[in-house]
C-alpha cells in the first residue's frame, strides 16, 4: 500500500522497530488476531535486535499467526495477559520453561493498563481473590470484603493497529479491532501504530477520534496484509 500524503510521523516498519530494544517490555494491541498489528509484528521477527522482551497483549496470537510468529523466532522472554491456550506453541514453551507466562484476568490487566496510563500506580479488585493469582500478592478488607491490589501497568513500547490515521496522528478503529489498542497508546513511553490508511487532517469528525495525536508517535502503513471479508490476509510482496 502506498501514500502520497504528507505525514511527518511516517516511517518504514524496518526504521520503527529499531526504536525497541533488548529487554523492553511491549505492550501489544489485539484480542486473538483482531486488531493485531501483523506487519510491525512480522518485522520484529525478522530483525535480531530486539530479543528478551516482555509482551503484553491479551494472548499470543495463533501457532504461525500474529504474536504467534514472534515466539517462533524467540525474541519473547516472557508473556504478560490472559488468553494463552489459544495457540499451542505458548503451551508448549511454558511447558519446556522457554517462556515465563504472568495470567492476569481479562478486566483486570485492561484497568491495570488504563491505570498506567492515567497516572495512576494501582488499585484494588476483588477478582480472583482466593485462587492461586492471588498468591504472593498484597491483600486489603474493604467493607468486610477481601480485595487484591494490582500494580498499573506501563511499558517501554506500545504497538497498535488503527483503521486510519490522519496526517497529524489522530487514530480511528475499526468496529471490534478497536479492543486493547486505544489504552495501550497511552500507557508506553513510545507509541508505534499500524493503519491501514492515511488521510487528510479533518477527514474525521472530532468524536471519531480515539486516540488523539499527541500519544501517537510512530506511524506505520500496513503493506503487507490485505482486509478480505473481514480477515487480513498476508499479501504476496
Given at each position: 500500500?502506498?501514500?502520497?500524503l504528507?505525514?511527518?510521523?511516517?516511517?518504514?516498519?524496518?526504521?520503527?522497530?529499531?526504536?525497541?530494544?533488548?529487554?523492553?517490555?511491549?505492550?501489544?494491541?489485539?484480542?486473538?488476531l483482531?486488531?493485531?498489528?501483523?506487519?510491525?509484528?512480522?518485522?520484529?521477527?525478522?530483525?535480531?535486535?530486539?530479543?528478551?522482551?516482555?509482551?503484553?497483549?491479551?494472548?499470543?496470537?495463533?501457532?504461525?499467526?500474529?504474536?504467534?510468529?514472534?515466539?517462533?523466532?524467540?525474541?519473547?522472554k516472557?508473556a504478560?495477559?490472559?488468553?494463552?491456550?489459544?495457540?499451542?506453541?505458548?503451551?508448549?514453551?511454558?511447558?519446556?520453561?522457554?517462556?515465563?507466562?504472568?495470567?492476569?484476568?481479562?478486566?483486570?490487566?485492561?484497568?491495570?493498563?488504563?491505570?498506567?496510563?492515567?497516572?495512576?500506580?494501582?488499585?484494588?479488585?476483588?477478582?480472583?481473590?482466593?485462587?492461586?493469582?492471588?498468591?504472593?500478592?498484597?491483600?486489603?478488607?474493604?467493607?468486610?470484603?477481601?480485595?487484591?491490589?494490582?500494580?498499573g501497568?506501563?511499558?517501554?513500547?506500545?504497538?497498535?493497529?488503527?483503521?486510519?490515521?490522519?496526517?497529524?496522528?489522530?487514530?480511528?478503529?475499526?468496529?471490534?479491532?478497536?479492543?486493547?489498542?486505544?489504552?495501550?497508546?497511552?500507557?508506553?513511553?513510545?507509541?508505534?501504530?499500524?493503519?491501514?490508511?492515511?488521510?487528510?487532517?479533518?477527514?474525521?469528525?472530532?468524536?471519531q477520534?480515539?486516540t488523539?495525536?499527541?500519544?501517537?508517535?510512530?506511524?506505520?502503513?500496513?503493506?503487507?496484509?490485505?482486509?478480505?471479508?473481514?480477515?487480513?490476509?498476508?499479501?504476496?510482496?
Amino acid at each position: 500500500m502506498t501514500n502520497t500524503l504528507n505525514c511527518e510521523k511516517l516511517k518504514s516498519a524496518e526504521d520503527a522497530v529499531k526504536w525497541i530494544q533488548n529487554g523492553d517490555q511491549v505492550l501489544v494491541g489485539g484480542f486473538g488476531l483482531c486488531g493485531s498489528p501483523f506487519t510491525l509484528i512480522d518485522t520484529i521477527a525478522e530483525t535480531d535486535h530486539a530479543r528478551d522482551l516482555t509482551i503484553i497483549s491479551n494472548n499470543l496470537g495463533e501457532a504461525g499467526k500474529g504474536l504467534g510468529k514472534l515466539l517462533i523466532s524467540e525474541h519473547i522472554k516472557k508473556a504478560i495477559g490472559s488468553y494463552f491456550t489459544s495457540n499451542r506453541d505458548a503451551v508448549k514453551a511454558w511447558k519446556s520453561g522457554e517462556l515465563e507466562i504472568e495470567l492476569i484476568p481479562q478486566g483486570t490487566l485492561a484497568e491495570a493498563i488504563r491505570a498506567g496510563g492515567a497516572g495512576i500506580a494501582g488499585f484494588y479488585t476483588k477478582t480472583a481473590v482466593g485462587t492461586k493469582l492471588a498468591e504472593g500478592k498484597e491483600e486489603r478488607v474493604f467493607d468486610g470484603e477481601r480485595y487484591l491490589f494490582v500494580r498499573g501497568i506501563k511499558a517501554n513500547v506500545a504497538l497498535i493497529k488503527a483503521w486510519k490515521a490522519d496526517t497529524m496522528g489522530n487514530l480511528i478503529y475499526s468496529q471490534t479491532a478497536r479492543n486493547f489498542n486505544p489504552m495501550m497508546a497511552t500507557a508506553a513511553d513510545l507509541v508505534i501504530a499500524e493503519v491501514d490508511e492515511i488521510v487528510e487532517v479533518g477527514t474525521f469528525a472530532a468524536e471519531q477520534i480515539a486516540t488523539p495525536h499527541s500519544y501517537v508517535d510512530i506511524i506505520v502503513l500496513n503493506d503487507r496484509y490485505t482486509k478480505i471479508g473481514g480477515e487480513y490476509v498476508e499479501s504476496s510482496r
